[in-house]
């Protein structure tokens, strides 16, 4: 067990529709990472909070949205849902995640089907 | 732009034999690496990483990696497979100063009894 919960672990929904993903890192952890694995496009790097600022963006769509909130859970929002969304979301933590050496702790994931 | 290769999809081993999980990768400068190893329905666990000094890196459950810089490759290694280890195995890279980071398509590693 990392120490990182996600919720839900399942979620089903249709085209069209809006999502919210929870994330709570690991106690003490200031950064959030959020990651997308498909099987076609493999794991990919979303964006990342530090201390309640967005701290790295990568190839997160612009219907898909985070924030970490001042207890440091972060959520993120996937809105306008497509077929293509349908992956697994995960979250991970690390201590600062400034340095860019720190280990990632994984959250267990939220698989996201899209009807 | 950085990018991460684990030329295999799957890499088939006996148990008891070594085992060698191979990643390459380009990126500007002296980068971090990390090697992470996925089991079903899991979310990934860390296993080691390269920061700096001895290239030989020594992680979780025997595995260790080497950095070769002129090669730019950090494969994965373990000297003798068991069975257990069967899983998926991701490489990833992150620049210094850089926070983006990537990771390889992931290899799956099956170790036969």
């Given at each position: ?96 995640g400034l340095a860019g050496q720190e ?13 | ?30 980068p971090y ?61 992150r620049p210094r100063g850089y926070q983006?980071v ?12």
């Amino acid at each position: 067990d990392s120490g990182v919960t996600q919720t839900p672990k399942h979620l089903i929904t249709a085209t069209g529709q809006r999502v919210t993903l929870r994330c709570s890192p690991r106690s003490g952890d200031l950064s959030v990472y959020w990651y997308q694995q498909s099987l076609d496009q493999g794991l990919q790097f979303l964006i990342q909070y530090y201390n309640g600022e967005e701290r790295a963006k990568g190839n997160i769509l612009e219907r898909f949205s985070a924030q970490q909130f001042p207890d440091l859970h972060s959520e993120l929002n996937l809105s306008s849902l497509e077929l293509g969304d349908s992956a697994l979301y995960f979250c991970a933590s690390s201590a600062q995640g400034l340095a860019g050496q720190e280990t990632q702790y994984f959250g267990p994931g939220t698989r996201l089907l899209v009807l | 732009a950085q990018s991460v290769a684990q030329p295999e999809d799957q890499v088939n081993v006996a148990e008891g034999n070594p085992l060698t999980v191979k990643c390459t990768y380009s990126v500007s400068g002296n980068p971090y690496l990390f090697w992470y190893v996925q089991y079903p329905n899991r979310g990934l666990q860390f296993l080691l990483k390269y920061i700096t000094g001895d290239n030989l890196v020594k992680g979780s459950y025997g595995f260790e990696a080497e950095f070769n810089k002129s090669q730019t490759s950090f494969h994965l290694k373990k000297p003798s497979a068991l069975v257990s280890d069967s899983a998926l195995y991701f490489c990833a890279v992150r620049p210094r100063g850089y926070q983006k980071v990537t990771f390889g398509t992931g290899t799956k590693l099956q170790v036969i009894p």
